[in-house]
């Protein structure tokens, strides 16, 4: 199960990389999101192995995970259940909370943050459905439920439920809310 979910992640990077098996081979080994999403891969699958086993691989585990978050700044709890074909576009600022469910075929860019928070009386993390990318900077927070085939884009602080096919945007323009300026007008002396 391992190889299988790791090569269908793999997949996902070797589509936007190079073409010929040298070129694609360099670009994985080299790409921060496949260290991220192999070593996410291999803890996911040491915690349903027996003990003895855990006993060996966990200790590799840690060393990968640790790597990944202080080189790349990368930090993908082995909690999370994510589904295949995890895409990391680009490294850095990259939270992905232990109580996260993740559908098939997520990608994420830099700066972006799953994570736990309280919504109406209650904490949780998201549950994410399938062909899901978040753009960078963008935050999903909560207990809530993300449907399938949403794009999130940059910067965008999600915290309410999303329908499938949803498309949520900062504006890309800005208005004036108000004339009064930044400080306070000064009172006339008396």
Known sequence: MLGELFLQDL??????????????AAFCLRTPGVHAVFAYRLGRWALGQPRLVRLAIDPLYWILQLAVHVLWGIEISRHARIGPGLY???????????QATIGA??????GVTIGVASASGRAGAPHIGDDVYVGAGAKVLGPIVV??????????????????????????????????GNRRAQLKAA
């Open 147 to 180: 449907g399938n085939n949403v794009k999130i884009g940059a910067n965008a602080v999600v915290y309410r439920d999303l329908p499938d096919n949803a498309v949520v945007a900062l504006d890309p323009g800005f208005r004036i809310v108000s004339s009064r």
């Open 105 to 110: 075929r997520f990608a994420l860019s830099q």
């Open 88 to 98: 990391i576009g680009h490294s850095g600022g990259i939270v992905v909370s232990s």
């Open 11 to 24: 997949s996902r990077f070797r589509a936007v990389g190079p073409k010929g098996r040298l070129a694609s």
